[in-house]
């Protein structure tokens, strides 16, 4: 089975992408540089355990 979005569809699916990475740049901003870091090196160990389990 193909299932495909309509235009309008697409185009929701963009504005909401739109606004949830406004979002996220927003929460991520309330963080110091140092905080950020240490985010980002918290993501990146449980991505690479995820596709270690893979």
Same mark, same amino acid.
């Given at each position: 089975?193909?299932?495909?979005?309509?235009?309008?569809?697409?185009?929701?699916?963009?504005?909401?992408?739109?606004?949830?990475?406004?979002?996220?740049?927003? +929460?991520?901003a309330?963080?110091?540089a140092?905080?950020?870091?240490q985010?980002?090196?918290?993501?990146?160990?449980?991505?690479?355990?995820?596709?270690? +389990?893979?």
């Amino acid at each position: 089975m193909l299932v495909a979005l309509t235009d309008a569809g697409r185009e929701k699916i963009e504005q909401a992408l739109l606004v949830h990475t406004e979002t996220q740049r927003d +929460q991520l901003a309330t963080l110091s540089a140092d905080q950020q870091q240490q985010l980002q090196s918290l993501l990146s160990q449980l991505m690479q355990a995820s596709e270690a +389990q893979r």
